[in-house]
């Protein structure tokens, strides 16, 4: 039986090691404080994963590591550190699928480091939610050596809906991150819409039915419309991250001179993060919209 490994059992991460779990792997999670009054300690606990607080554990244990961290520097850290995976001189670890949204830069150069180490790398960024995660029916874009993917597709297949090859290392989250933008902007847009439609005396409901069924209809549009009407903005991808995500994008796009409504977009998550909506759902940039768009009584 191999174990797996996983560092960064959040509101994704968590469900990802339960799944695993339920398939037959030995999981160990890596918890920084394990507090049995924490709903993710208590989740992982009800799906019989074992919790450790120690990351050097982790390293000398798992055959593969799953990784599931909020931005690159993370990633780096966890596996390049002075506490890291290749510092650890009794590493078990034989590969690493990283689930985090990264930069692909940074994808391409941590890999390099490991395979030089003999260590496998994948990148397998996800969509969905912590439903979806929970379900284990996420979708990965994977970014790396086509035969590694092959020798681990059992394992993704284990904790995802669909598996999509999009070529070498950081491939993945090039394309991850391109549908974060897509999906940020027509979110952001939706937002700015309703705001100029409530200011000019158009019904809500109407907005909704009409472009709801009609060309200007997107996923975005409608996430948003549904946070709006039900005015729920629970949080599902914090405002922080999308904004971090827009900045990786944001590099991409400077090695074709630029992108200007993505240079916008980044400018109004800029000033919704520096306004104290970070920790908040994504949608929170209806608030922010609100509060600067001109003439609103938001």
């Known amino acids: 039986m191999q174990t797996v490994g996983v560092i960064g059992a959040g509101a994704m991460g968590k469900g990802i090691a339960k799944n695993l779990k339920k398939a037959g792997y030995a999981v160990l999670v890596y918890k920084r404080r394990i507090d049995e009054a924490d709903p993710v300690v208590k989740y992982l606990r009800e799906a019989n994963v074992e919790l450790t607080g120690d990351l050097q554990k982790v390293f000398v244990s798992a055959d593969i590591l799953v990784t599931c961290l909020p931005d690159s520097p993370t990633v780096e850290q966890t596996l390049l550190g002075a506490s890291g995976l290749v510092a650890c001189a009794d590493r078990?670890?034989?590969?690493?699928?990283?689930?985090?949204?990264?930069?692909?830069?940074?994808?391409r150069s941590v890999a390099a480091k490991l395979e030089q180490l003999g260590i496998e790398m994948l990148d397998t960024p996800m969509t969905g939610g912590p439903l979806q995660a929970d379900e284990g029916t996420i979708k990965l874009v994977v970014g790396g050596r086509k035969e590694v993917l092959e020798k681990h597709r059992a394992l993704l297949e284990k904790i995802s809906a669909k598996i999509v090859y999009a070529?070498?290392?950081?491939?993945?989250?090039?394309?991850k991150l391109m549908n974060n933008f897509l999906a940020i902007l027509s979110q952001a847009a939706t937002a700015g819409v309703d705001i100029l439609m409530e200011k000019m005396g158009v019904s809500r409901e109407a907005v909704n039915e009409y472009i709801g069924s009609s060309g200007g209809n997107s996923w975005g549009f409608n996430m948003m419309m549904s946070r709006i009407m039900q005015d729920k903005f629970d949080v599902n991808f914090s405002l922080g991250l999308a904004y971090k995500d827009l900045r990786y994008n944001r590099d991409l796009f400077a090695s074709v001179g630029g992108f200007p409504i993505l240079d916008a977009l980044t400018e109004n998550f800029h000033q919704a993060d520096e306004a104290g909506y970070g920790d908040k759902d994504v949608g929170a940039i209806y608030f922010s919209l609100g509060d600067t768009m001109k003439g609103s009584s938001k």
């Open 92 to 107: 078990k670890v034989g590969c690493v699928l990283d689930f985090s949204t990264a930069h692909p830069d940074s994808t």
């Open 167 to 175: 070529g070498n290392h950081g491939s993945g989250n090039a394309v």
